[in-house]
């Protein structure tokens, strides 16, 4: 008997074994915010002062399909 779970508001980070740059994500991802879907990037970065921190960007996953989708053969859909 599987339990269903919620994953509204939570996300999830993996190391990046894809990673060939220093400007490619450390860890790759995704995220639910109020049930809305999004890919989820991190970078280990260390601050002037020497503190280390992640840095974080998120990109829609609609978005991203919406873009492609809508594309006409005249334009790069990114």
């Given at each position: 008997?599987?339990?269903?779970?919620?994953n509204t508001n939570?996300g999830?980070?993996?190391?990046?074994?894809?990673?060939?740059?220093?400007?490619?994500?450390?860890?790759?991802?995704?995220i639910?915010?109020d049930?809305?879907e999004?890919?989820?990037?991190?970078?280990k970065?260390?601050?002037?002062?020497?503190?280390?921190?992640f840095?974080?960007s998120?990109?829609s996953?609609?978005?991203?399909?919406?873009?492609?989708?809508?594309?006409?053969?005249?334009?790069?859909?990114?």
């Amino acid at each position: 008997m599987s339990k269903e779970y919620d994953n509204t508001n939570r996300g999830s980070l993996f190391n990046n074994d894809k990673k060939e740059k220093d400007t490619h994500p450390d860890f790759t991802g995704s995220i639910n915010v109020d049930g809305k879907e999004y890919w989820l990037n991190g970078w280990k970065k260390t601050s002037k002062a020497g503190k280390r921190f992640f840095s974080l960007s998120v990109k829609s996953k609609d978005g991203a399909a919406k873009k492609s989708s809508e594309a006409d053969g005249d334009e790069i859909p990114w």
